[in-house]
C-alpha cells in the first residue's frame, strides 16, 4: 500500500511510494477504485513530471545553492505565512511558521483565526515537527497546534 503521508507516533510523516511495488507484475496486482498502478520510470531524472528528460549529470551543480527567494533565506508564500530560518546555538536549523513579525516562543501573545487570541505556554519540537500550547482564554482553553498548520499571527 502506498499514501502520500501517514501518522507515525503522533506525528504526521511524508512517505515515500516503495521501491519494491515497481517489482510486483501489474496483472496481479489489485488497486482500489479501478485504478491502474502507474509504474515510475526515469527514477534518477532531473525535475518531476512526464515533461523531464534531463539527467542529473547535465545540471548546474550549484543550482541548489542559490538564494532564490532574495530576502535572504526567509521565503513567503501567497498565504501570507512566513518560513523562517535561523541557527540556533548549536548550528541547528530552526523553523518558525508565523503570519506577523515575531517569533512563536513561550510568551509571546498570538492571534488564531478560529481560537481568538492567546498566549503560548510552551513549544516543543523543531522544524516541520514543532507544537506549540496556547492558552486561549477560560471558553477555549489550553490547544496543541502544530506551528506548520495552525496559521498563529504573533501580535505581542
Known sequence: ??????????????????????????????????????????????????????????????????????????????DGLRRVESADGGGRQRVVYDEGHGEVVPGAQVEHSKFGRGKVQSVEGEGEKATAVVFFGSDVGNKKLKLKYAKLRVIG
Open 1 to 78: 500500500s502506498w499514501a502520500r503521508s501517514r501518522y507515525r507516533y503522533g506525528e504526521q510523516q511524508s512517505n515515500t511510494r516503495s521501491r519494491f511495488l515497481e517489482e510486483i507484475d501489474s496483472d496481479v496486482v489489485r488497486t482500489e477504485a479501478g485504478g491502474e498502478l502507474e509504474q515510475q520510470t526515469d527514477r534518477f531524472k532531473a525535475g518531476s513530471g512526464p515533461d523531464s528528460s534531463r539527467d542529473y549529470d547535465e545540471m548546474d551543480p550549484h543550482y541548489y545553492r542559490l538564494d532564490l527567494s532574495g530576502d535572504g533565506g526567509s521565503g513567503s508564500s501567497d
